[in-house]
């Protein structure tokens, strides 16, 4: 779609243009790369709950992208969009748990959220469960599995 069109959508503040338009700036989609432009457009998105928006805005903050580096705020990104069920940001925000990256490191709270990204069916982290099942203390296992399901109790949709 044109870059005009996401344009005049996002200026009338509709989430979802602002995330596009976000996504032509860090593609170069019709429009020169900008990642501070892209990060103003995913940061507005973001505001909005937009769970992709969160996620990218998380991305460029763990990766310095538009932004300056800050993994203290790249968690807070991906833990809106994870607090969301979104399998992508429950994956990285998991690695995060498990490097200590921008968060104290814990083994059981990011086995947990790359559990639930799992449970979705996203690859990357149906690998990397197979890979902590084989290595991962049994009693860590458990409890990640049980921090997971009480999350998912918590989450359910009515």
């Known amino acids: ?5 996401y344009r005049k959508a996002a200026e009338q503040n509709l989430a979802a243009a602002e995330y596009n338009l976000g996504t032509c700036y860090e593609r170069a989609e019709g429009v020169a790369k900008d990642m501070t432009e892209a990060v103003k457009w995913y940061r507005k998105a973001a505001e909005q709950n937009m769970p992709e928006a969160q996620f990218n805005l998380g991305g460029c903050y763990k990766h ?4 300056v580096t800050n993994e203290i705020a790249a968690v807070e990104w991906y833990r809106k969009a994870a607090e ?3 399998a992508n940001a429950q994956f990285d925000l998991g690695l995060c748990w498990l490097k200590g990256q921008g968060t104290k490191q814990d083994d059981v709270e990011g086995y947990m959220w790359i559990f639930l990204s799992s449970a979705q069916g996203f690859e990357p982290a149906k690998d990397a469960i197979k890979k ?10 458990a409890e990640g599995k049980n921090r997971a399901n009480i999350w998912l109790e918590q989450h359910k949709k009515p």
């Open 84 to 86: 969301q069920n979104f």
């Open 64 to 67: 310095g992208e538009g932004v």
């Open 1 to 5: 779609m044109d870059e005009n069109w």
């Open 132 to 141: 902590f099942d084989a290595v991962f203390d049994p009693k860590e296992i």
